[in-house]
T-cell receptor
Framework: AAGVIQSPRHLIKEKRETATLKCYPIPRHDTVYWYQQGPGQDPQFLISFYEKMQSDKGSIPDRFSAQQFSDYHSELNMSSLELGDSALYFC?????????????FGPGTRLTVL | GENVEQHPSTLSVQEGDSAVIKCTYSDSASNYFPWYKQELGKRPQLIIDIRSNVGEKKDQRIAVTLNKTAKHFSLHITETQPEDSAVYFCAASKANFGNEKLTFGTGTRLTIIP
């Protein structure tokens, strides 16, 4: 079965640079979530989109923005990167109307800020 | 907002013995409680979930119980095997119409001793 796809899998950036993370949800899933997981920590919710509209916002810095496109893929844009942004970034998707709220996670993007 | 507490933070059990991980949540409106298993550097993988209209759910060696009155839920793994070693996260959400974020517990590192 198709799973959530994330790219790139690894990303190394310098401080103050920008990064773009991409997420392709499971086909026919209409909701995308972004989570940030620091070393030894639990995943923290950043932002979610339902049918291409922002549905919820968590502890996402103002330096970050995200959107969901007409093909349902989503991008997380991160600017003015800081050392503390180094983390695993997971995208998850779910389908409203079937087994609601079962979120399936992608393999993650490991972002390292030097 | 929702707050999920998870105990213990580390757990070591002999192979073949049982392991129990407990979580409490604060928001009485939460009604969906998944458990994820995460190996180092990998994605969280859903292993079992329970909804608030059910008190217990079992899937082979894994079971989850929910006490809505006390606002706590537990993961039970029987006949543990070395491949059960991982970090386990509980989570909670308000699954009304879908697209509800997950709030995670802080994780339990389970080690199975051969």
């Amino acid at each position: 079965a198709a799973g959530v796809i994330q790219s790139p899998r690894h990303l190394i950036k310098e401080k103050r640079e920008t990064a773009t993370l991409k997420c392709y949800p499971i086909p026919r899933h209409d909701t995308v979530y972004w989570y940030q997981q620091g070393p030894g920590q639990d995943p923290q919710f950043l932002i979610s989109f339902y049918e291409k509209m922002q549905s919820d916002k968590g502890s996402i810095p103002d330096r970050f923005s995200a959107q969901q496109f007409s093909d349902y893929h989503s991008e997380l844009n991160m600017s003015s990167l800081e050392l503390g942004d180094s983390a695993l970034y997971f995208c998850a998707s779910s389908s409203t109307g079937t087994v609601a709220d079962t979120q399936y996670f992608g393999p993650g993007t490991r972002l390292t800020v030097l | 907002g929702e707050n999920v507490e998870q105990h213990p933070s580390t757990l070591s059990v002999q192979e073949g013995d049982s392991a129990v991980i407990k979580c409490t949540y604060s928001d009485s409106a939460s009604n969906y409680f998944p458990w994820y298993k995460q190996e180092l550097g990998k994605r969280p993988q859903l292993i079992i979930d329970i909804r608030s209209n059910v008190g217990e759910k079992k899937d082979q060696r894994i079971a989850v119980t929910l006490n809505k009155t006390a606002k706590h839920f537990s993961l039970h793994i029987t006949e543990t095997q070395p491949e059960d070693s991982a970090v386990y996260f509980c989570a909670a959400s308000k699954a009304n119409f879908g697209n509800e974020k997950l709030t995670f517990g802080t994780g339990t590192r389970l080690t199975i001793i051969p």
